[in-house]
């Protein structure tokens, strides 16, 4: 079945990078966009990006823009989020999520998340 | 950039017919394709309505999605307390050329 793991979440102090990973098994990674979303305490969920099955067209929510960046390693079945000039509004847990189908879609399968703190 | 409008509560008793809204516009809703999560507390969003008003397995039929125009609805029917969770609404919007999720509805069984 389908597995999304998470990793690479911890207390970060504003202005610094952190690199969030998700491990993905279970299904061809390597045709399959992949999104992440993220939800800070208390708040609803929020997409932050979006990348296609092969790396070549990536999409960013506006409070995320210019300082992430989505990526993916086919060959290793991972995606990654690098966060960079992190803030103190990016506290949240990060999840990543599986495109319900090939081409564009929106998530269907979601990690459970990884928590990101920022704080001094 | 939440430019799709839920209601923040919806409740009902136990067997009743609960309705959440989503209202968006021609760029988001009007053209493409609605989603619903479900959120229980504590745990990641599940998938409960995809392309407007198809389940994936396993959800049960009380869950039905709906479309007209630029607004999109999630029913519950047969209201049970399980049911009690927050819900999204998510499309993709054409001019932003982003993902949007409403604000979520939170369901409380009376």
């Known amino acids: 079945q389908v597995q999304l793991v998470e990793s690479g979440g911890g207390v970060v102090q504003p202005g610094r990078s952190l690199r969030l990973s998700c491990a993905a098994s279970?299904?061809?990674?390597?045709?399959?966009?992949m999104h992440w979303v993220r939800q800070g305490p208390g708040k609803g969920l929020e997409w932050v990006a979006s990348v296609w099955f092969d790396g070549s067209y990536k999409y960013y929510g506006d409070s995320v823009k210019g300082r992430f960046t989505i990526s993916r390693d086919n060959s290793k079945n991972t995606l990654y989020l690098r966060m960079n000039s992190l803030r103190v509004d990016d506290t949240a847990v990060y999840y990543c999520a599986k495109e319900r189908a090939r081409g564009g879609d929106l998530p269907e399968y979601w990690g459970q998340g990884t928590l990101v703190t920022v704080a001094s | 950039q939440s430019v799709l409008t839920q209601p923040p509560s919806a409740s009902g008793t136990p067997g009743q017919r609960v309705t959440i809204s989503c209202s968006g516009s021609?760029?988001?809703?009007?053209?493409?394709?609605v989603y619903w999560y479900q959120q229980l507390p504590g745990t990641a969003p599940k998938l409960l309505i995809y392309r407007d008003n198809q389940r994936p397995s396993g959800v049960p039929n009380r869950f039905s999605g709906s479309k007209s125009g630029t607004s999109a609805s999630l029913a519950i029917s047969g209201l049970r307390s399980e049911d009690e969770s927050d819900y999204y609404c998510v499309a993709w919007d054409d001019s932003l050329s982003v993902v949007l999720f409403g604000g979520g509805t939170k369901v409380t069984v009376l």
């Open positions: 279970g299904f061809t990674f390597s045709s399959y966009g």
């Open positions: 021609s760029s988001n809703i009007g053209t493409n394709y």
